[in-house]
């Protein structure tokens, strides 16, 4: 495991074939502390994951609150596809957050 996991940029370090995902998510009115709280659950099953190399959640401050801006890395598209197929992903992202979310958008790359 490297320190991405612990305070790090989780890009630090990438390589070619590695996977990256970028996702912005969106909190209902009054859903931020929920999706925040269950999101940290989420953060730290997701690392650790054999495949994950990097997994971090930005989350904005002040009233609004605004969005949330996760950036992930994998070793490559068999381990993200690990990630989406898990326990925790399923149960507490999709089955939990998600139905807490106005908008939620994801960006998956490969590093070149």
């Known amino acids: 495991m490297d320190d991405t ?3 790090g940029w989780p890009l630090a370090g990438a390589r070619p074939g590695q996977i990256v995902v970028i996702a912005r998510w969106t909190p209902a009115p009054g859903s931020h ?3 925040r709280a269950t999101l940290a659950d989420l953060v730290g099953a997701s690392r650790a994951e054999p495949g994950c190399l990097g997994y971090q959640a930005f989350h904005p401050d002040g009233p609004g609150r605004g969005d949330i801006v996760l950036v992930e890395r994998y070793t ?3 381990a993200l596809d690990a990630h989406r197929g898990s326990v925790h ?3 507490l992202a999709l089955e939990r957050i998600v139905p807490l979310l106005l ?3 994801a960006v998956v790359t ?3």
């Open 5 to 7: 996991h612990a305070n």
């Open 33 to 35: 502390d929920e999706v």
């Open 76 to 78: 490559d598209r068999e």
């Open 89 to 91: 992903f399923r149960s």
């Open 103 to 105: 908008d939620r958008q």
């Open 110 to 112: 490969t590093v070149s």
